[in-house]
């Protein structure tokens, strides 16, 4: 706590994230069992899962996140959400080849809450480009595809591992085509805690963090490829492919849900705060990797924060990358850690790059 919070740490006067990069299928599975009809409290981030939650039919998502910036793509998405159909929305984010999204753009601006629609009149390129290849971290992916892959393997491997789905011998297509020495050593540079810290992330994003980066991250994604369909996968195409594509659409924007999500926008409420602050009562909590940021100490206080504005029953999740945060000790008589529920879903989790997935359930 001595280093002062996060937002007085690293900067969050711009869009580090144009898309979420959490499998919201797990997410929605974990909370499942308390959403309906109830309210959630979440990281809002780009706003990817902060709308994939509205499949459960809560009755509230209250979307909070320390950064402006953030909150200016979920409310360019709610807009986007309203005024267009499936195929242009898919355009104009970024997924779909358009001649021009600056003219969409125009459609929704005035949809937009005035400091929203400051933000991006301020930032037409960011539109130009898809608001979903906007972040920071998606230039700091982009460039890996772009500069580093093509060092290591020609385009027709880079497709081949794209295509890999169940039934293939994906772990022999690692170790035979993928699994160079080359690979190995670029990937352990650009995945580093120096240059993901600076390029892709905030170097106070891993003050807490212990050991080598690259190695762990490596060691999960040889884990994905040799575990999970790449095919299918909408994070790993992102990567590959620069971008989300069609065939491999993170929950929100999938053609089953997105009926639903466009009926439950004007159950979304933007927040600009810290989670913690948020006002009221809640069933279920997505909480991203907030407290990978935290020194423990001030992880319990926040933990304790959100306790307070948590129903009997209710249930948090959140993702570890590369700090562990679990349940502090002082709430055991508190909350309940669903262990092998948690453990379940973090088998299939498509974000392969979190260490763990933490499910957790306040007591009667």
């Known amino acids: 706590m001595s280093r002062g919070a996060i937002e007085q740490r690293a900067a969050f006067d711009f869009v580090r994230y144009g898309a979420v990069w959490e499998d919201a299928d797990v997410l929605c599975a974990a909370l499942a069992p308390v959403a309906r009809g109830g309210r959630i409290l979440s990281i809002a981030s780009a706003g990817d899962n902060a709308l994939a939650l509205l499949t459960l039919d809560p009755a509230e998502v209250v979307a909070a996140d ?13 807009a986007a959400l309203r005024a267009l159909d ?8 970024g997924v779909l080849p358009v001649r021009d999204r600056t003219i969409t753009y125009g459609r929704l601006r005035g949809a937009l809450p005035a400091d929203a629609r400051d933000f991006w009149d301020a930032h037409p390129g960011d539109i130009a480009a898809g608001v979903t290849r906007s972040g920071k971290f998606e230039r700091y992916l982009h460039a890996f595809r772009r500069y580093v892959l093509p060092l290591v393997h020609s385009e027709s491997t880079i497709r081949a591992l794209a295509l890999l789905d169940k039934g293939q011998d994906q772990e022999r297509f690692y170790e035979r085509r993928w699994n160079n020495r080359r690979w190995r050593l670029l990937f352990r540079v650009f995945f580093s805690r ?17 050991g080598a980066v690259g190695e762990r991250i490596l060691a999960r994604t040889r884990w994905a490829i040799t575990r999970l369909p790449v095919r299918t996968n909408p994070y790993f195409r ?4 620069r971008g989300f594509v069609a065939d491999a659409l993170p929950r929100w924007l999938r053609p089953e849900h997105l009926p639903a999500v466009r009926d439950r926008l004007d159950r979304v409420r933007p927040l600009l705060g810290p989670v913690e602050r948020a006002g009221g009562r809640f069933d279920a909590f997505n909480l991203s990797d907030v407290f990978e940021y935290m020194p423990v100490a001030e992880c319990a206080r926040v933990y304790g924060e959100l306790l307070e504005r948590a129903n009997p029953g209710a249930r948090l999740a959140y ?4 700090a562990p945060r679990r349940r502090p000790a002082a709430f055991a008589d508190r909350v309940r850690e669903c262990h092998d529920e948690a ?5 299939r989790d498509r974000a392969w790059f979190y260490d763990a997935f933490r499910l957790e359930e ?3």
Request: aromatic share 10%; proline share 4%; glycine share 6%.
């Open 319 to 322: 993702w570890n990358m590369l």
């Open 66 to 78: 320390l950064s402006a910036a953030q909150l200016a793509c979920v409310e360019l998405r709610l």
């Open 343 to 347: 453990e379940a879903l973090h088998a």
């Open 194 to 210: 120096f240059v993901m810290g600076r390029a892709g992330r905030d170097p106070e994003f891993f003050a807490e963090v212990q």
């Open 238 to 241: 992102a990567i590959l492919e």
């Open 362 to 364: 306040v007591l009667p």
């Open 86 to 93: 499936d195929a242009a929305l898919l355009g104009f984010l």
